[in-house]
């Protein structure tokens, strides 16, 4: 039988290994990648949280949260290939100063 | 049953390929595995009966999102070293013992799973594209038109970082 609680122990844990992808690698766009996991992480517990209330703002709420998570790729990857461009490195330690 | 078998094996296989995005040393890997994390979430998608949300996951995820971070991976052309580089021994291996000790404070919580709100008693809420779209443009019609200019100060703010400067 699953419930409500285990699609939500299954988002945590997913939260919970992007956490530790953004806390312990340091490069640009592997933080990136970790970022999407918790992205999707909050995806699922809102559509696990609507299909259990049998309501569709869940499923709405995922859309803008899709949305959301697409400009700041957009934004992100433009900013780690400048990031290349000018610093010749894609490393977060050694980017101290974000401007031009 | 079925139900559980299928939960079991796509959420088992979305978390190993989340642990392989995060641990992979190769970061074309990672961005792969990230692609299988996104279709298993599609599935679990539809075992929620979410099927709008399941395909536009594949669609604007594994579609959009994780291709353009494969043209950026290939167009930067780092050499492996200066890309991957895991130290889970110094003070960033911190985040690592908070990361684990977010999932085992987790786990008290399946054991109470069996108390948990039921997933099958409850009326599926209609998921087809009629009625999100319905509710898309009466209800969520402000954040819907906001997200327009979200999108739009992402592609300014996009094409302005990555332009050329000369």
New interface residues.
């Given amino acids: 039988?699953?419930?409500?609680?285990?699609?939500?122990?299954?988002s945590?844990?997913?939260?919970?290994?992007?956490?530790?992808?953004?806390?312990?690698?340091?490069?640009v766009?592997?933080i990136?990648?970790?970022i999407?996991?918790m992205f999707?992480a909050a995806?699922?517990a809102f559509?696990?949280y609507?299909?259990?209330?049998?309501?569709?703002?869940g499923?709405?709420i995922?859309?803008?949260v899709?949305?959301?998570?697409?400009?700041?790729?957009?934004?992100g990857?433009?900013?780690?290939?400048?990031m290349?461009?000018t610093l010749s490195?894609?490393?977060v330690d050694e980017a101290g100063r974000m401007k031009w | 049953m079925t139900?559980?078998v299928w939960?079991y094996l796509f959420?088992g296989i979305?978390?190993a390929a989340?642990?392989c995005?995060?641990f992979s040393r190769q970061?074309i890997y990672?961005?792969l595995s990230?692609l299988v994390?996104?279709f298993c979430?599609a599935a679990?998608?539809v075992?929620?009966?979410?099927y709008?949300?399941a395909a536009?996951?594949i669609l604007?995820?594994a579609g959009?999102?994780l291709v353009?971070?494969l043209f950026?991976?290939m167009?930067?052309n780092?050499d492996r070293e200066?890309?991957?580089?895991?130290?889970?021994f110094t003070l960033?291996?911190?985040?690592?013992v908070?990361?684990?000790l977010?999932?085992v404070q987790?786990i008290p919580?399946?054991s109470?799973?069996?108390s948990?709100?039921?997933?099958?008693g409850?009326?599926?809420?209609?998921?087809t594209v009629a009625?999100?779209g319905r509710?898309?443009f009466t209800?969520?019609l402000l954040?819907f038109e906001l997200?327009s200019f979200?999108?739009l100060?992402?592609?300014i703010?996009?094409?302005t970082?990555?332009r050329?400067k000369q």
């Fill in positions: 039988m699953v419930t409500l609680t285990h699609y939500l122990v299954l945590g844990l997913l939260f919970a290994i992007g956490l530790v992808g953004i806390q312990t690698r340091r490069n766009l592997m990136l990648l970790s999407e996991l999707n995806n699922l559509v696990a609507g299909r259990a209330w049998g309501d569709l703002s499923q709405l995922v859309f803008f899709i949305t959301v998570a697409a400009a700041e790729v957009t934004v990857l433009a900013i780690a290939i400048l290349a461009r490195t894609l490393h | 139900g559980a939960f959420g979305m978390l989340a642990l995005v995060v970061p990672s961005v990230l994390a996104m979430l679990l998608f075992m929620l009966e979410a709008v949300v536009l996951q604007l995820y959009a999102v353009l971070f950026v991976i167009l930067l780092l200066a890309l991957a580089r895991l130290r889970p960033r291996g911190l985040g690592t908070v990361g684990v977010f999932c987790l919580l399946l109470r799973a069996a948990g709100r039921s997933l099958a409850v009326p599926a809420p209609p998921g009625d999100v509710l898309l209800k969520y954040p997200t979200l999108i100060a992402a592609i703010g996009a094409v970082l990555a050329s």
